[in-house]
Structure formats: C-alpha cells, structure tokens
C-alpha cells in the first residue's frame, strides 16, 4: 500500500507541475492566445493583444474596469481582430463612460465578437460603441456572435448599443438601457443581418439615426418595454426588410415627413405619423 500511495503522490505532483507550467505558457508571448487573466487589466490585455496580433480570449469570469475598455484595431485594419468571451461579464458600472469603445483611424475589416459576452454599465450615453460618431471608420465584414449589454442608467440619454458606422456585419445583441435613450441606436447601417432584442425603459428600443441606413434584414427582433418600439425620421433610411418582428410598446412605429421607406413593403408615410401598438 505504501508504494501504491508513493506512486499516486508522485503521479500527482508530476500533473499539478505540468498543469502550471501549461498555464504558464499560456501567458507567453509564444501563446496563440492572449488571455485576459494573465494580465492586470483587460485593456493591457487587449494592448497586448492588438500589439501581437492574436486574439483576445475573456475566461468566464467578471471583468472590473476603472475606464472604457478601447479596442482600436488600426494596425490590423485588413485582417481583423477577435475578442473571444467565454461567458464573460465586463462590469463597467464603475465608469462613468462607454464600457466597450471598438474604433479605426479609418477603413478596418473583420471584427469578430466570439462566443457570449455580458457588459453592465452605468453610463448615460451608450455602454457599447462601434465606430466613431462623427462616421469617419467605417468596420466593414464583422461579427458579433452574442453580446448581450444592460445599462441600468436612468438618463434621457442612457443607451445599450450604439452602431455609428458598420457595413456588411452579421450582429446577434441583446441591448438594454434603464433610460430614456435607445436600446440600440444605429446612426450608420448597411448590407447587414441583426438578430436579437433591444429595449429602454423610458425611451425607445431602435432609433436609426441620421445615417445611411439601407440594405439591411431584422430577423425576429423582439422590441419591448420601451414607450416607442421603432423611431426612424430619416429620409436616408431605405430598403430595409423586416422578418416576424415582435412590437410589443405603447407606440409601435414612429415616422416623419421625411421617411420615405421601411422594410420590404415600402409604406409611404406622409406627415407626422404615430403608430400605436394595437394588442390582437
């Protein structure tokens, strides 16, 4: 028996010592992979990431950020960058800005969001940014496979999600706002598929923006507890197409004389039009 237990401790050291110096090596720079773990902050971590050229990879586990985490992919701009979350939470409610900031100096292809990634934020303005507002980086073939975002502000301007300049994304978001801002705001949309659900307490769940807003498939949104489902005054947001979206909020659709077009059936909307949400 006392060999056996020998052989057992042995054995099990000869493991653990391996399993560290894994887990050590995992934190290299010889690493595929640059794991949010290894480093003090996520921005350091998302530094490291950008400098070396490998993906960023968020362990499940809950991420405490002092300031936005800015993933500026510049140096990258033709072949991408990705963030892997493996059921990670970034708890920015400590910040009193954006929580996530995804930007360019200009042109930056293949953004990839990967896995599941919570953010809870406390910002009355949007807790997730993807391109600049004034329009001036446009993020051509990205993917984001499954954000989901609270921010409990209360605000008139508390927002989820804001999509200033994305062309060609495949998005699947779950964006909420405790204010009166938008669940998702989108200012610049094309050629792109969302999925998912957006809503903002006191505010609305989807405002498009002054942008060129065309060429894009709703799939199954699910658009509630907001006072206004869909608010679009733009004449630039055209040839949109909406499959099953579920409108349940005091005023479904909000227009102007300015909107010319909305999803595939391309009502004409003339004056200051309300639709409310009619219960079936």
Not at 42 to 59: E, K
Not at 118 to 136: I, R, S, Y
Not at 183 to 209: H, K, N, P, V, W
Request: aromatic share 8%; charged share 15%.
């Amino acid at each position: 028996m006392l060999i056996v237990d020998r052989t057992f401790s042995a054995l099990f050291v000869s493991v653990m010592l391996a399993s560290t110096s894994a887990l050590a090596a995992n934190c290299g720079a010889d690493a595929d992979e640059v794991n949010a773990k290894c480093y003090p902050t996520v921005q350091a971590a998302a530094d490291a990431a950008l400098a070396t050229d490998r993906p960023l990879v968020l362990p499940r586990g809950t991420y405490r950020l002092t300031a936005p985490l800015v993933i500026d992919y510049s140096r990258h701009a033709g072949t991408g960058f990705e963030l892997i979350s493996r059921g990670a939470t970034i708890d920015a409610t400590a910040v009193r800005g954006a929580a996530l900031v995804i930007q360019c100096a200009a042109d930056c292809f293949y953004f990839h969001q990967e896995g599941t990634l919570f953010v809870n934020a406390d910002t009355n303005g949007p807790a997730v940014v993807v391109g600049k507002p004034d329009l001036t980086d446009a993020h051509n073939s990205g993917k984001l496979d499954h954000l989901i975002v609270n921010n409990r502000n209360t605000g008139s301007d508390a927002t989820g999600c804001q999509f200033n300049y994305v062309l060609n994304w495949d998005l699947t978001a779950i964006c909420v706002s405790g204010g009166g801002g938008s669940g998702i705001d989108i200012e610049q949309l094309q050629f792109s598929t969302f999925r998912g659900a957006a809503s903002a307490s006191t505010g609305t769940a989807i405002s498009f923006g002054s942008g060129y807003i065309f060429a894009n498939t709703f799939q199954g949104v699910d658009l509630e507890a907001s006072q206004i489902c869909i608010s679009d005054t733009s004449e630039r947001t055209t040839n949109n197409t909406w499959t099953s979206p579920y409108l349940d909020c005091p005023t479904g659709l909000v227009y102007s004389a300015a909107t010319s077009t909305l999803g595939q059936i391309h009502w004409q909307l003339g004056g200051d039009v309300k639709v409310p949400y009619i219960e079936h």
